[in-house]
């Protein structure tokens, strides 16, 4: 064998920590990290979450203060998701100007409001009795046009709480067109829409639903949202209608095994795309953690940095905060 056998080596440029610093493209900033954050009605000490260790529901004082360690490490944004103390079929207090989170964007907005970017998911299930994500039918499906006017209306009283972006993460056909309008006819046509434009009818969402107490209690969400096994181009579809719609950001969720339709919509559109690393990545991760089997800041890091190099601008992450202060 030659000695100059083989010219090409990859090696070259790994070859010192200061040398993969250098070359490596794909670095996280905490201003582009989201921190959900549950608020719940009526408890008076925060409730440990069993399946995502680390994540509480909170109380008013607790989510004040974990929206301040936020900030304080410089996360980009918080969105926030309200467990009601009642709820009824057409979560009634999703749009009460005193319900849980219009309360609790109003405490986070006067403790951080200037610091980071404060959002509101806005959807229903969290507030419906049945727990699905909108108006049912008498047999039992979910009206999208009777839906439509809700998430309208939720929309507005979450902005005039002081929501600064909102999320719909319904996914009901014409919810962004449906918000849009409903926000510029009330006179919040400066309101940014981040749309959860491709979501996926999920497993991964398991642990999210002890969290914010929204697991349906028949049923499941496939009849609104996407195939995980569907085509590429579905994803498409849908990040093109709601920027016809009026989106200003698209998501894609959850992420981590969703990186391909992430990089794909990353190349389709001209806005920013987030992508949502739901409960049960964290969940994994937590758990593989705590038996030993992985390690755990290291897995976070990649898991993140994946989702990054797929294409993301943001990331929702229940770990934003901790991630923001090792950067
Ligand atoms: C709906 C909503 C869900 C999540 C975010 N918004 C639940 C669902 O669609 O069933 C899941 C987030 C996660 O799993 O971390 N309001």
Request: aromatic share 6%; proline share 6%.
């Amino acid at each position: 064998m030659s000695a100059q056998f083989p010219v090409a080596r990859p090696r070259r440029l790994r070859n010192s920590a200061a040398m993969r610093r250098m070359v490596s493209g794909t670095r996280l900033d905490p201003a582009e990290l989201i921190l959900p954050m549950f608020a719940k009605e009526g408890i008076s000490e925060p409730q440990p979450v069993a399946s995502m260790p680390g994540v509480f529901q909170h109380t008013r004082d607790s989510l004040r203060k974990a929206a301040r360690e936020a900030a304080e490490a410089g996360v980009g944004g918080v969105i926030l998701f309200g467990i009601p103390a009642v709820k009824d079929a057409r979560g009634s207090a999703a749009d009460d100007p005193d319900g849980v989170l219009q309360v609790a964007l109003r405490d986070v907005v006067s403790e951080v409001g200037d610091a980071l970017v404060v959002m509101a998911d806005t959807c229903l299930d969290e507030f419906t009795d049945h727990g699905h994500c909108g108006i049912l039918t008498p047999s039992g499906e979910v009206d999208n046009d009777a839906t439509l006017e809700r998430y309208a209306s939720v929309a507005v009283a979450q902005v005039e709480a002081g929501s600064q972006m909102v999320a719909p993460s319904g996914m009901m056909d014409g919810q962004v067109g449906a918000i849009r309008s409903a926000l510029d006819q009330a006179g919040h046509a400066g309101v940014p829409i981040l749309s959860y434009s491709v979501k996926y009818a999920s497993a991964f969402y398991g642990p999210f639903r002890d969290a914010a107490e929204c697991a349906p209690q028949f049923g499941d969400r496939s009849t609104h949202q996407q195939d995980p096994a569907g085509p590429l181009e579905e994803a498409l579809r849908e990040v093109r209608l709601d920027l016809a719609e009026g989106a200003d950001a698209v998501m894609v969720k959850p992420a981590g095994a969703y990186l391909d339709v992430i990089g794909r919509v990353r190349a389709e559109v001209d806005v920013p795309v987030a992508a949502y690393q739901v409960s049960g990545e964290y969940a994994m991760i937590e758990a593989a953690a705590a038996n030993g089997w992985i390690d755990r800041e290291r897995t976070i890091n990649e898991s993140l940095v994946a989702i990054k190099r797929a294409g993301a601008d943001m990331i929702l992450t229940y770990w934003a905060t901790e991630v923001a202060r090792t950067l």
